[in-house]
C-alpha cells in the first residue's frame, strides 16, 4: 500500500497571502494523484487531480498542484487565500490500476482576517 | 460524476446496537467503497463492495462487525455492528468519478454512548 505524508498538520494563515501544502508519497511506480477538501462539517469534494498529462494541474477556484515525480511530491498551492478556504485538506494518492486510495493524515488550513 | 445520496447523516447510537448506513448512487457502478473517517484522523478504506459478490475487508476490518450489502448496481449498505465508543466516527462511501477519481458522499457522522 501507498504511503503518504502531509508535512504539515496546521497551517494558519492570513486572508489574502499564498500558501504551499506538501505532500509526498512513498511509491516508485506509476500513481494518480489526488487534492480534497473537507470544508467544516461536510463530506470530501475532490479540488483536484493529476492521472497524466501535464504536470501542473489547477482547480476551478484558483488552487494548483505540481506533479514532481523525482520526488515523488504532489504540492498544492494557492497565491492568495479567502477565508471560505479555512477546511482540511487531504493528499491522496492510488497506484494505476488498483482502486485503493491512500489518504494522508490531513492539513488543516486556517484562514484569518 | 455520480451524485450519491448517503443517510442517515448523522445519528447517536446506545453501545451494543447496530446502525445501517444507505448508499444511493444515481448512475449505475461496479464498485462502492466505504471508508471510516476517526476524529481527527484521515480515512481508511474499511471494504469494497462489487454487486453480486461477498464484500473485500481491508486488514483490521470484519464482517461481522461491518456487513455490507450490494443488492444492485446503485446502491449498498453498510453496517455497524454492536457498537462501542470506539466505533464513533464518519463513515462515507465512494465510487469512481467519471474521468478519473472518485466521489465521495456526504458522509454519516456516528456517535455512541
Known amino acids: 500500500a501507498q504511503s503518504v505524508t502531509q508535512l504539515d498538520s496546521q497551517v494558519p494563515v492570513f486572508e489574502e497571502a499564498p500558501v504551499e501544502l506538501r505532500c509526498n508519497y512513498s511509491?516508485?511506480?506509476?500513481?494518480?494523484l489526488f487534492w480534497y477538501v473537507q470544508y467544516p462539517n461536510q463530506g470530501l469534494q475532490l479540488l483536484l487531480k493529476?492521472?497524466?498529462?501535464?504536470?501542473l494541474v489547477e482547480s476551478i477556484n484558483g488552487f494548483e498542484a505540481e506533479f514532481n515525480k523525482s520526488q515523488t511530491s504532489f504540492h498544492l498551492r494557492k497565491p492568495s487565500v479567502h477565508i471560505s478556504d479555512t477546511a482540511e485538506y487531504f493528499c491522496?494518492?492510488?497506484?494505476?490500476?488498483?482502486?485503493?486510495?491512500?489518504f494522508g493524515a490531513g492539513t488543516t488550513v486556517t484562514v484569518r482576517a | 460524476s455520480a451524485v450519491i445520496s448517503q443517510k442517515p447523516s448523522r445519528d447517536i447510537c446506545q453501545r451494543g446496537t447496530s446502525l445501517t448506513i444507505q448508499c444511493q448512487v444515481d448512475?449505475?457502478?461496479?464498485?462502492m467503497f466505504w471508508y471510516r473517517q476517526q476524529p481527527g484522523q484521515s480515512l481508511t478504506l474499511i471494504a469494497t463492495?462489487?454487486?453480486?459478490?461477498?464484500?473485500?475487508?481491508e486488514s483490521g476490518f470484519v464482517i461481522d462487525k461491518f456487513p455490507i450489502s450490494r443488492p444492485n448496481l446503485t446502491f449498498s449498505t453498510l453496517t455497524v455492528s454492536n457498537m462501542s465508543p470506539e466505533d464513533s466516527s464518519i463513515y462515507l462511501c465512494?465510487?469512481?468519478?467519471?474521468?478519473?477519481?472518485?466521489?465521495f458522499g456526504s458522509g454519516t457522522r456516528l456517535t455512541v454512548v
Open positions: 465512494s465510487v469512481e468519478a467519471t474521468g478519473g477519481g472518485y466521489t
Open positions: 493529476y492521472l497524466s498529462g501535464s504536470t
Open positions: 463492495a462489487n454487486q453480486g459478490s461477498e464484500a473485500t475487508y
Open positions: 491522496a494518492v492510488s497506484q494505476i490500476n488498483d482502486y485503493k486510495l491512500s
Open positions: 511509491s516508485s511506480v506509476s500513481v494518480y
Open positions: 448512475s449505475q457502478v461496479t464498485m
